[in-house]
């Protein structure tokens, strides 16, 4: 994704609300987390990632695959920018325990469910970030009535980075 790419990316996260959409995938000493991009901060249980974006071997193994493989073909890569989504039951809204979010896996998933094998390290396959590739920032349509605000957003932005620089 090009400089541009981004300020346009950013200008339409702006417009339409969605800065908290957006997270670059790093890695410390402690593993891979998530960052948003386009604010501060982190989305709660930065950590708890989908085997797309850290490696989860025992998961692989226990689903038959080649993990060197699995890596070279499948793992996302450390400082790319991505669409967050959270893999759940879709009860991440609830408040009881039905409730199911990246980092906390609702109680029906643990015992019959998805998250049989759940640990925090490993969420397989629920309760836990998933970030999408940006193949395109063309798919972010500005609606027609927001091009002048979408405009003012991004030149505000292309100034901001023109001060930096």
Same mark, same amino acid.
């Given at each position: 994704?090009?400089?541009?790419?981004?300020?346009?990316?950013?200008?339409?996260?702006?417009?339409? @609300?969605?800065?908290?959409? $957006?997270?670059?995938?790093?890695? @410390?000493?402690?593993?891979?987390?998530?960052?948003?991009? $386009?604010?501060? =901060?982190?989305?709660?249980? !930065?950590?708890?990632? +989908?085997?797309?974006?850290?490696?989860?071997? !025992?998961?692989?193994?226990?689903?038959?695959? @080649?993990?060197?493989?699995?890596? +070279?073909?499948?793992?996302?890569?450390?400082?790319?920018?991505?669409?967050?989504?959270?893999? +759940?039951? =879709?009860?991440?809204? !609830?408040?009881?325990?039905?409730? %199911? +979010?990246?980092?906390?896996?609702?109680?029906?998933?643990?015992?019959? =469910?998805?998250?049989?094998?759940?640990?925090?390290?490993?969420?397989?396959?629920?309760?836990?970030?998933?970030?999408?590739?940006?193949? @395109?920032?063309?798919?972010?349509?500005?609606?027609?009535?927001?091009?002048?605000?979408?405009?003012?957003?991004? !030149?505000?932005? %292309?100034?901001?980075?023109?001060?930096?620089?």
């Amino acid at each position: 994704m090009t400089e541009e790419d981004i300020l346009r990316l950013h200008a339409w996260a702006e417009l339409y @609300d969605a800065l908290d959409e $957006f997270v670059i995938l790093k890695e @410390d000493e402690n593993g891979r987390y998530i960052e948003y991009i $386009f604010k501060e =901060g982190c989305p709660h249980d !930065n950590r708890c990632l +989908s085997w797309y974006d850290k490696m989860q071997p !025992n998961a692989l193994m226990r689903n038959g695959h @080649d993990i060197k493989e699995w890596e +070279s073909e499948n793992l996302h890569s450390v400082g790319e920018i991505y669409e967050l989504h959270q893999m +759940s039951c =879709g009860h991440e809204n !609830n408040t009881d325990e039905t409730h %199911c +979010s990246p980092g906390h896996p609702c109680v029906k998933c643990v015992k019959e =469910g998805c998250a049989h094998n759940w640990t925090y390290s490993e969420p397989v396959k629920c309760a836990c970030w998933l970030c999408s590739t940006i193949h @395109d920032i063309y798919p972010y349509h500005v609606k027609l009535e927001d091009i002048d605000n979408y405009n003012k957003i991004y !030149n505000k932005l %292309c100034q901001e980075q023109a001060k930096e620089q």
